[in-house]
């Protein structure tokens, strides 16, 4: 594979981002993406939305500093320095991301994305010194980057935006699949609107409401107050000394997840295995006892937790999907934030998540139809998850060998 040798600067506009003059109210809250590094952490593929947004004034008040179609953003201060994002429409940036537009004929934009994604080191390296590093426009034009043929840089870039579509794909879904069951908790256990025998909404068809005053509220004739308790246990997790930790699994290990875990696996950790570890599965429903996390509901990894994640499990297996969808709902959410910010460190103990009452059927019908309408739901979720974890893995893998030449494809996927 032969490579041409190109400084950034000679590969399209360099562009400096800028922020509108923020004594103006009206600069914000239009129509137009405003990216920030937070935006292109991890790096970004395909932004179609950005944390704010600018009015076509504020945008006109930086027009010289924004991009529009096929674009590589690089963030070039501080601890976003080398994060990496791609976009194709109008938009803006502050001064903290240098972005690559108008991008030459010679240069395939998504290939250009892919790698600039691997070059994070080298733009640390090349910032100066000082306590907040920054890599200024024209030192960053200065970077040198070799290109193969635009054939092979279509055919690289077709591959690995394939698999990066997917990973979104996958993520739309879930996304779509829990607002979903949370629109159905809300309608059968909120608004008390579940099937009745006859098969309509119940409190929409004249279905009896009585006064419970543990609840301060009506509910449902048959229905009853009852603590998270008697349809759950709770199992806080074990600490292990750090001394202990290994980063590579070996036999008399097991992995030890923490909350972290569920965000990236760019830190995994293993301990020793012994009686004393609390187990997790793939499928057990666990949550974030302390921090930025509290309340959070997570899934999908195995292994022995720590005590900042609790495993929480149904007495029952109906009742599996009406525990998960309750944990991961606002009611639920508001109620242990509120509990967990009157510590000194936010988090909940045993008896707070226990304690908190609950509308509940007495019969298991209503409970037993939700458990069937939700577990294919959850299932299909927690596949996709996985799946995205083994097709992430293989982009990071494969994209270093792709861009060094190492491996090459054998079908022109470019028109995909």
């Known amino acids: 594979m032969e490579f041409k040798?190109?400084?950034?600067?000679?590969?399209g506009d360099v562009v400096t981002g800028k922020t509108p003059s923020t004594l103006d109210e009206s600069n914000f809250g239009g129509n137009i993406p405003f990216i920030t590094p937070s935006d292109i952490t991890n790096n970004a593929f395909m932004l179609k939305k950005a944390g704010r947004t600018i009015s076509i004034k504020g945008f006109e008040t930086i027009k010289a500093n924004t991009i529009s179609g096929p674009s590589v953003l690089v963030g070039c201060i501080g601890s976003d320095m080398g994060n990496v994002g791609f976009?194709?429409?109008?938009?803006?940036?502050?001064?903290?991301?240098?972005?690559?537009?108008?991008?030459?004929?010679?240069?395939?934009?998504?290939?250009?994305?892919?790698?600039?994604?691997?070059?994070?080191?080298?733009?640390?390296?090349?910032?100066?010194?000082?306590?907040?590093?920054?890599?200024s426009k024209s030192e960053f034009e200065k970077i040198s980057i070799t290109l193969p043929s635009l054939s092979i840089q279509?055919?690289?870039?077709?591959?690995?935006?394939?698999?990066?579509?997917?990973?979104?794909?996958?993520?739309?879904?879930?996304?779509?699949?829990?607002?979903l069951a949370k629109q159905l908790y809300d309608y059968w256990f909120v608004q008390f609107d579940f099937p009745n025998e006859e098969g309509k909404p119940y409190k929409l068809s004249g279905g009896k409401m009585?006064?419970?005053?543990?609840?301060?509220?009506?509910?449902p004739e048959g229905w009853e107050a009852i603590p998270l308790s008697q349809i759950m246990d709770y199992e806080g997790g074990s600490q292990p000394p750090a001394s202990e930790f290994?980063?590579?699994?070996?036999?008399?290990?097991?992995?030890?997840?923490?909350?972290?875990?569920?965000y990236s696996d760019s830190h995994i950790t293993y301990i020793p295995v012994r009686n004393s570890n609390k187990l997790c599965s793939d499928t057990d429903i666990m949550i974030a006892r302390y921090g930025a996390s509290l309340g959070r509901i997570c899934y999908g990894l195995k292994g022995a937790y720590n005590v900042a994640l609790a495993k929480v499990t149904p007495k029952k297996k109906e009742y599996t999907e009406f525990l998960r969808t309750y944990?991961?709902?606002?009611?639920?959410?508001?109620?242990?934030?509120?509990?967990?910010l009157r510590a000194a460190q936010a988090g909940f103990n045993k008896e707070d998540i226990e304690n908190i009452l609950i509308p509940f059927p007495v019969e298991d019908r209503v409970i037993i139809a939700f458990q069937k309408a939700m577990e294919s739901n959850f299932l299909t979720r927690l596949h996709n998850d996985k799946e995205n974890k083994a097709i992430t893995k293989q982009r990071d893998e494969l994209l270093p060998l792709l861009m060094n030449g190492q491996v090459s494809l054998n079908s022109d996927l470019s028109h995909d």
């Open 87 to 135: 976009v194709d429409m109008k938009c803006a940036t502050n001064q903290q991301i240098n972005s690559i537009t108008n991008i030459k004929d010679f240069c395939n934009p998504v290939y250009l994305y892919y790698r600039l994604s691997q070059m994070k080191d080298i733009f640390q390296k090349m910032s100066n010194s000082t306590t907040t590093p920054i890599l």
């Open 327 to 340: 944990l991961m709902s606002n009611v639920f959410y508001n109620k242990i934030n509120t509990i967990g």
């Open 246 to 262: 290994i980063y590579q699994m070996q036999e008399g290990y097991v992995r030890f997840v923490q909350i972290r875990d569920y």
């Open 210 to 219: 009585v006064w419970d005053e543990k609840l301060k509220r009506n509910i």
């Open 154 to 179: 279509q055919n690289i870039a077709s591959t690995l935006s394939s698999l990066d579509r997917k990973i979104a794909l996958n993520l739309a879904i879930n996304q779509n699949l829990e607002a």
């Open 5 to 11: 040798k190109y400084k950034l600067g000679e590969i």
